[in-house]
């Protein structure tokens, strides 16, 4: 036993730096993009392994042309947000819940439209949209934002609800609480993990949607940050430090929500395995 003792801190060692050249790996392309958007003066192919100084001239720039869509981009996926929990938690509940026949074919039905090609679905809402007049509008992006993140907030919420327990619910019940009050104050409260997760996603999902406000906006009314930056790299091709610059920034609030998430995604991800 003795003899194979030291081979187990090797076996860690080998473990974390594998870790490391892999995490190495996956954020090289931030740090390129970080990295060329502090030389905003040098070509693409001239760009520097490290920068030499802390050129912000490219954000500045990059942040006075696409402020306008960053502050796009966060009102539509906040409503994005609030339209698909308002639609996915209820929903939700309704098949963990009421015993609905054919509830596990619904469940799967809906994972089945996560595999719809996202053109298909832009296409066939493009002509829906001119006759209901939701293109290019605030509300138009948000509903089809909403509807990335639906069917996952759906399935991860019933997964959850699934394993709140019945006693809690009878429990308000015989208090006098209706299906609403006891899906309000009892089951969305102990949910709250899986609602943050699902929220997040939905965010995500909305956030980096680029396919929808390509086909559902003809106009500069409504133009989120993704579009923007398209749209910014056909008109400055030549200065990339200041695209790198608003890539960066669009990525920020992304970074900063699943930073302050992290502990209840993992939560909201394996709450609903544990009975």
Not at 226 to 252: K, P
């Amino acid at each position: 036993m003795a003899a194979h003792a030291p081979t187990a801190p090797r076996r860690r060692w080998g473990s974390t730096v594998a870790g490391l050249l892999v995490l190495a790996v996956m954020l090289f392309p931030l740090y390129w993009m970080l990295n060329t958007a502090l030389q905003p003066e040098s070509g693409l192919l001239q760009v520097d392994p490290v920068p030499s100084g802390l050129d912000l001239s490219g954000f500045t720039k990059a942040l006075t042309d696409q402020g306008g869509n960053l502050l796009t981009s966060l009102l539509v996926s906040a409503g994005a947000v609030v339209i698909c929990l308002a639609i996915a938690a209820p929903a939700a509940y309704g098949l963990a819940r009421f015993g609905l026949r054919g509830s596990r074919t619904m469940v799967f039905g809906t994972l089945i439209t996560q595999m719809v090609p996202g053109i298909v679905i832009a296409n066939a809402l493009y002509t829906s949209y001119v006759d209901l007049g939701l293109v290019n509008s605030y509300a138009g992006l948000m509903l089809a934002d909403a509807s990335l993140g639906i069917p996952f907030s759906i399935v991860l919420m019933r997964s959850f609800m699934v394993s709140v327990p019945v006693e809690v619910i009878e429990a308000a019940e015989i208090d006098g609480a209706g299906p609403v009050r006891v899906f309000l104050r009892v089951v969305l409260p102990m949910s709250r993990n899986a609602l943050i997760t699902s929220g997040l996603f939905a965010f995500l999902f909305a956030w980096s949607d680029f396919m929808f406000a390509l086909t559902l906006n003809t106009t500069d009314d409504v133009k989120p940050i993704t579009l923007g930056i398209y749209q910014y790299i056909g008109a400055h091709v030549g200065d990339w430090g200041s695209v790198m610059a608003a890539a960066v920034l669009s990525a920020v609030p992304a970074a900063i929500l699943l930073v302050l998430a992290q502990k209840y995604i993992a939560a909201g991800i394996t709450g609903g395995s544990v009975k």
